[in-house]
């Protein structure tokens, strides 16, 4: 077999899809002559004559194409069903990124039933509920964030806003009933709404936060999510796992 035939048959194993971690695990290498294999499957999945990219870092196959929209319920030029599934999508690299980094990790109660590709965010959490870290008033304002990454004494350590539209003042009102909590606070959105990010910002309430509120672009969370996992795959290797 052909180094492109073993992603095609992990890919079809997976259901016809798969992120770039996902492939990681799932393509035999062990006969590929080369010392770079990660970096091997991210040149291959770009081969459009087998392969389309669904989001960054997620990756399908063309013959699987109709299958796998019509699973993630994403309609070709609809732009509602479109920012539904990125909304969970992201949210879900964010838990895996939060578990892989050794956080508790925890998502709304009214988006725990949401997908992550095939599996409900709930289920990837590691928290079903928060902590009392605080007074209630502000506790049910943090119970509202997206995603939320908690350390070992159980107090928040990151909180992130998927933001798909271009107001993200809704968000930033969140963070601002937070902000005395020694957290990072991100706003992640596509990389066009930057502009937008640094205009509300610069607001009147929000301005003197502009120091503790960062903006994350959706290629930013994929590739970060990614290498992640190479950086696992790789320490495991040196400690002989």
Same mark, same amino acid.
């Given at each position: 077999?052909?180094?492109?035939?073993?992603?095609?048959?992990?890919?079809?194993?997976?259901?016809?899809?798969?992120?770039?971690?996902?492939?990681?695990? +799932? &393509?035999?290498?062990?006969? !590929?002559?080369?010392?770079?294999? /990660?970096?091997?499957?991210?040149?291959? %999945?770009?081969? #459009?004559?087998?392969?389309?990219?669904?989001?960054?870092?997620?990756?399908?196959?063309?013959?699987?194409?109709?299958?796998?929209?019509?699973?993630?319920?994403?309609?070709?030029?609809?732009?509602?069903?479109?920012?539904?599934?990125?909304?969970?999508?992201?949210?879900?690299?964010?838990?895996?990124?939060?578990?892989?980094?050794?956080?508790?990790?925890?998502?709304?109660?009214?988006?725990?039933?949401?997908?992550?590709?095939?599996?409900?965010?709930?289920?990837?959490?590691?928290?079903?509920?928060?902590?009392?870290?605080?007074?209630?008033?502000?506790?049910?304002?943090? +119970? &509202?964030?997206?995603?939320? !990454?908690?350390?070992?004494?159980? /107090?928040?350590?990151?909180?992130?806003? %998927?933001?798909? #539209?271009?107001?993200?003042?809704?968000?930033?009102?969140?963070?601002?009933?937070?902000?005395?909590?020694?957290?990072?606070?991100?706003?992640?959105?596509?990389?066009?709404?930057?502009?937008?990010?640094?205009?509300?910002?610069?607001?009147?309430?929000?301005?003197?936060?502009?120091?503790?509120?960062?903006?994350?672009?959706?290629?930013?969370?994929?590739?970060?999510?990614?290498?992640?996992?190479?950086?696992?795959?790789?320490?495991?290797?040196?400690?002989?796992?």
């Amino acid at each position: 077999m052909k180094q492109y035939e073993y992603v095609i048959k992990a890919m079809e194993e997976n259901g016809g899809f798969a992120t770039l971690s996902q492939l990681y695990q +799932k &393509t035999d290498v062990s006969g !590929w002559k080369t010392k770079t294999p /990660f970096a091997t499957i991210r040149r291959i %999945v770009q081969d #459009s004559r087998f392969f389309f990219k669904i989001k960054p870092g997620l990756w399908a196959l063309n013959d699987y194409k109709e299958k796998v929209l019509r699973l993630f319920d994403i309609q070709l030029g609809d732009k509602q069903s479109n920012e539904r599934f990125e909304h969970s999508y992201y949210q879900g690299l964010l838990v895996e990124l939060g578990n892989m980094k050794g956080f508790n990790t925890f998502v709304p109660n009214q988006d725990k039933n949401r997908m992550f590709l095939t599996k409900k965010l709930g289920a990837i959490t590691t928290l079903q509920n928060i902590f009392s870290f605080t007074y209630e008033e502000t506790l049910r304002r943090a +119970k &509202t964030v997206d995603t939320i !990454w908690f350390n070992e004494r159980n /107090f928040p350590h990151s909180l992130f806003e %998927v933001e798909y #539209s271009t107001d993200f003042q809704n968000s930033m009102g969140k963070y601002f009933d937070l902000q005395d909590f020694n957290a990072e606070f991100y706003l992640v959105s596509h990389q066009s709404k930057r502009k937008k990010f640094l205009q509300v910002i610069n607001f009147g309430m929000f301005k003197k936060m502009k120091a503790n509120v960062k903006f994350l672009d959706y290629d930013f969370i994929s590739n970060w999510h990614t290498k992640i996992f190479e950086l696992m795959e790789v320490q495991k290797k040196m400690n002989g796992v």
